[in-house]
T-cell receptor, first 114, second 113 residues
């Protein structure tokens, strides 16, 4: 079945460092790909998404490109801030033959130090 | 991003008791989902609901679980006889027909003692 694999955390960075969180997926169809963020004590917020190959999602300085050839959707940010400290979840949703329940990775906890 | 509301924010219950978790709908959202997140683990799909019927459910969603949308109002998840392992954060999500994006509520933290 479909699955998502994320790099293990936690990740600790200094402010203004470059961030990459790796995400790869396995899917039989043509899923949409998402990054959700969970700040401490809060629910899941959509960070960005991409719906087809070569699409780039971006929001709040974060970017991820849907790479079909490598089945990847890595999250990047050029300069992280303390306020980016959160847990980041990669997810896929395949709406081809279903209602599109999301399949999540295990999450990567990011801590940014001043 | 559409606001999604869930009640209660935190529920503490004794093992074997019934609990009902509620999600407040937005009128133009047709698809509803419940997910759960056991502490420190990944978010897992439980069930999807469309047009007042379950459309998909996971292996986790056994006979102890049920969902309904009484009177077209709140979307509820009921756990009939809670177990210790049901302790988790439960998230409701909604989606419009025209998009693939699911919007999540803030969650209900369920603690089973």
């Amino acid at each position: 079945g479909d699955s998502v694999t994320q790099m293990e955390g936690p990740v600790t960075l200094s402010e203004e460092a470059f961030l990459t969180i790796n995400c790869t997926y396995t899917a039989t169809g043509y899923p949409s790909l998402f990054w959700y963020v969970q700040y401490p004590g809060e629910g899941l917020q959509l960070l960005l998404k991409a719906t087809k190959a070569d699409d780039k999602g971006s929001n709040k300085g974060f970017e991820a490109t849907y790479r079909k050839e490598t089945t990847s959707f890595h999250l990047e940010k050029g300069s992280v801030q303390v306020s980016d400290s959160a847990v980041y979840f990669c997810a896929l949703g395949d709406y081809g033959g279903s209602q599109g329940n999301l399949i999540f990775g295990k999450g990567t906890k990011l801590s940014v130090k001043p | 991003e559409p606001e999604v509301t869930q009640t209660p924010s935190h529920q503490v219950t004794q093992m074997g008791q019934e609990v009902i978790l509620r999600c407040v709908p937005i009128s133009n959202h047709l698809y509803f989902y419940w997910y759960r997140q056991i502490l420190g683990q990944k978010v897992e799909f439980l069930v999807s609901f469309y047009n007042n019927e379950i459309s998909e459910k996971s292996e986790i969603f056994d006979d102890q679980f049920s969902v309904e949308r009484p009177d077209g109002s709140n979307f509820t998840l009921k756990i009939r006889s809670t177990k210790l392992e049901d302790s988790a954060m439960y998230f409701c999500a909604r989606r419009r027909r025209s998009t693939d994006t699911q919007y999540f509520g803030p969650g209900t933290r369920l603690t089973v003692l």
